[in-house]
Nanobody
Framework: QVQLVESGGGLVQAGGSLRLSCAASGRIFFINRMGWYRQAPGKHRELVAQITSGGSTNYADFVKGRFTISADNAKNTVYLQMNSLKPEDTAVYYC???????????WGQGTQVTVSS
């Protein structure tokens, strides 16, 4: 199994910034993609951003220009820098790690991000 420990969530005012971190441990080999999803109350979980083992990134349209995903492969850690936060960014943010072998999909426990207006 892959263990994922997230940190960095919290309460921030609109326009503020937060940085999420997710450290992976355990069976961390064959990782090909790390990323962040979020789920707001009453809504489906949605992709926020992903980064491949080669460094390619992918962002949801609603965070482009505001959020930046990065990874430290030596530390098996992925980060999400969130700037210009909006109240609609309020959600539980989940770290996700995808591998090329089972278990393919691995999830963190989630960290709450609340943006006040």
């Amino acid at each position: 199994q892959v263990q994922l420990v997230e940190s960095g969530g919290g309460l921030v005012q609109a326009g503020g910034s937060l940085r999420l971190s997710c450290a992976a441990s355990g069976r961390i080999f064959f990782i090909n993609r790390m990323g962040w999803y979020r789920q707001a109350p009453g809504k489906h979980r949605e992709l926020v951003a992903q980064i491949t083992s080669g460094g390619s990134t992918n962002y949801a349209d609603f965070v482009k220009g505001r959020f930046t995903i990065s990874a430290d492969n030596a530390k098996n850690t992925v980060y999400l820098q969130m700037n210009s936060l909006k109240p609609e960014d309020t959600a539980v943010y989940y770290c996700n790690v995808q591998r090329t072998i089972r278990p393919y999909d691995n999830w963190g426990q989630g960290t709450q991000v609340t943006v006040s207006s």
